[in-house]
């Protein structure tokens, strides 16, 4: 018997075209443009950008000086003023606008520390291993052995209340978390056949955990990060409302809600626009963080599949 031939049917032209703009996408552009058919991750990012929007140009924005008193004490919303006026006389929509500010600055400076610490830490335990994996892994379980928010509680204390100090103890927090992370990422990266490659020639440490190391790694980090914006938020209002954190009469959300809340059964209305702005910015960056872990763990897969 001949054998017949058999036709194969041509691909889809969707799946055809997909395939061609995958080829012909950087790997960035290929995370941004998931990223950007996300929808959850694109609110939180418009979100986020009218935040930085009103923390960037506040002074232009707020209708009043977010400091100056008055006698129209626990006002409701009016048209004077759209959320009210707190227990001082202040205008809470000035303040929600310059509280923005410092709460996105507090978050910037967490993750700046935190990372500027973390990564040649987590670095060196993993690549290294040893006496210097011993040690540095041994004082993460250590600093993981206290609570976080008692643990930012004392740092906080003793380094006195301010906006740097708060930033410095929450980022303390953090840092565990960051090491351990990056430690397991570089476990697995050192292993790689471009590593020992790489050996091979002679490459240095040092080159080799900056031009090989850390950019397969980064993509773990770059989610962790997405994800601790939200949390160091959480962390700055709360050591405000503590009065570990930005001091009275800077307008912070977490100062707003201290001011507010021993009114809690009398005015209780000056509570809400900064525990919605509070909540809905930490969702936004959780939203951002699941989209860019979706996104980055999609282009890993890619690459492995086309190596």
């Known amino acids: ?7 194969i049917p041509p691909a889809p032209p969707g799946l055809t075209d997909l395939a061609e703009i995958e080829v012909a996408e950087t790997p960035r552009r290929r995370v941004l443009r ?22 960037l140009f506040a002074p232009w924005l707020a209708p009043y000086d977010p400091d100056a008193t008055s006698l129209e004490i626990n006002q409701l919303p009016s048209g004077a003023h759209w959320l009210g006026t ?8 000035s303040r929600l606008i310059f509280g923005a500010r410092v709460s996105i600055e507090v978050c910037l400076l967490v993750v700046v520390f935190a990372t500027a610490v973390a ?12 006496w210097s994996d011993s040690v540095i892994m041994r004082t993460m379980d250590a600093l993981f052995a206290f609570p976080a928010l008692t643990l930012a509680l004392a740092v906080a204390a003793l380094l006195g209340p301010s906006l740097v100090n708060a930033s410095i103890a929450i980022a303390i927090v953090f840092i565990p978390g960051f090491v351990r992370l990056l430690r397991a990422q570089v476990l697995a990266v050192r292993e790689e056949t471009f590593i020992e490659a790489s050996r091979s020639i ?5 080159r080799m955990l900056v031009r090989h190391v850390l950019p397969n790694v980064s993509g773990p980090l770059i989610v962790q990060v997405a994800l601790s914006f939200g949390y ?31 009114f809690i059964l009398t005015a209780p209305w ?16 959780n939203l951002v963080g699941d989209g860019l872990r979706d996104a980055l763990g999609r282009e890993v897969y890619t690459l492995k599949v086309d190596s």
């Open 119 to 130: 990564v040649p830490l987590g670095l060196v335990a993993g690549y290294f291993r040893g």
């Open 1 to 7: 018997m001949t054998a017949q031939p058999v036709s």
């Open 232 to 262: 160091a938020l959480l962390a700055e209002a709360g050591l405000s409302f503590l009065n570990f954190g930005v001091q009275i009469p800077t307008a912070s959300w977490g100062t707003m809600l201290q001011n507010a809340y021993p």
């Open 270 to 285: 000056p509570l809400f626009p900064p525990g919605i702005a509070i909540a809905l910015t930490v969702l936004s960056f």
């Open 34 to 55: 998931r990223l950007l058919h996300n929808k959850a991750a694109v609110f939180g990012l418009a979100f986020l950008a009218v935040v930085l929007v009103a923390a």
């Open 202 to 206: 002679g490459t240095g440490s040092s």
């Open 86 to 93: 707190d227990s001082l006389g202040r205008d809470i929509l």
